[in-house]
């Protein structure tokens, strides 16, 4: 049984680890109803218009609709959200796990050819996909703290640029989706080239017919666009509002923890100080009894 003073300095540990951990989870808790909020108010306009851009992209030829193109998977993109920060379960390690999944079997010839690259958003995929010498084109931290459209549209139109000029063929997103504060979904979406409808079973998807106003050729430059800003944008929102919920459940979780083992340390220092003052009561007895004789 560990000594007195042992015992004292691991329940002094634990309550600093305690208080840690519920104060994080308080942190969480309130970054979770803005970024819930956020995406909440988001998800309807961006659920329509990617339906939108989904017809729209069915209804035009590939000469009209340079971004529905679809071409022969020569150079790819895959684009990792992760998170800044740990301490918030298994949300970044699914996201990472997934994604090395992907290049071993998706895009295993092309990445030996070096012809697949890495976009990492946020410091723990970065640092994980840097340190194992996959290629890192590029890195960026910044907008999951400051998650503003002004901030993100520009990532979106580099994208856009790139597969209009022909850099990458397929550009794909690995990120976790935002269910509720306990669940985050693990999604792999493509991105560019813009998918069409997809069949429903058992029911036939009808692509609408659209009129143009003022004229094709200005919808298309306009709202193609602007629809893929506010799908990246989507995508980026989901994974802060996730982010922040998995880091609360898991700070919940810690805490809890925390409690259950305080409570198991407190019980032990009991035993243990039971036991020396048994201990001594014996020797003074013991003590008094030798006086005796």
């Known amino acids: 049984m560990p000594g007195l003073k042992e015992v004292r300095t ?9 208080q840690i951990t519920s104060a994080m989870k308080m942190v969480s808790a309130s970054k979770l109803k803005r970024g819930q909020n956020a995406i909440q108010k988001l998800r309807p306009y961006a659920g329509k218009l990617k339906e939108l ?4 992209s069915a209804s035009l030829s590939s000469s009209d609709n340079v971004y529905s193109k679809e071409r022969k998977i020569q150079k790819a993109l895959i684009i990792v959200v ?3 920060r740990g301490l918030c379960g298994a949300f970044n390690g699914n996201v990472i796990k997934t994604t ?9 010839d092309i990445n030996k050819s070096g012809n697949l690259d890495l976009f990492c958003i946020g410091k723990m995929g970065a640092d994980f996909f840097t340190r194992r010498k996959y290629n890192v084109i590029d890195t960026n931290h910044h907008i999951l703290d400051s998650s503003k459209f002004e901030n993100v549209a520009p990532i979106a139109e580099r994208l856009m640029k790139d597969f209009k000029d022909g850099k990458y063929d397929h550009i794909e997103v690995v990120y976790n989706m935002f269910k509720n504060a306990a669940v985050q979904i693990l999604s792999n979406e493509q991105f560019l080239p813009v998918l069409k ?12 017919d659209y009129i ?10 306009e709202l193609i666009p602007k ?13 802060i509002a996730a982010e922040h919920g998995a ?8 805490t809890d923890n925390a409690d259950s083992l305080l409570k198991e340390l407190r019980l032990s220092y009991n035993k243990a100080r039971q036991a020396s003052i048994t201990k001594e009561i014996l020797e003074i007895v013991g003590g008094a009894e030798a006086l005796k004789g």
């Open 100 to 108: 090395v999944n992907i290049i071993r079997t998706k895009y295993a």
């Open 10 to 18: 691991r329940i002094a540990s634990v309550k600093s680890t305690q």
């Open 82 to 84: 992760t998170s800044n």
């Open 227 to 239: 629809s893929l800003k506010i799908q990246f944008y989507k995508i980026i929102l989901d994974s």
């Open 197 to 208: 409808p997809q069949p429903v079973k058992g029911k036939e998807k009808l692509v609408a």
């Open 53 to 56: 851009l989904e017809n729209l």
């Open 247 to 254: 880091r609360m459940t898991a700070m919940h979780k810690a």
């Open 212 to 221: 143009y106003e003022p004229d094709k050729e200005q919808i298309v430059a």
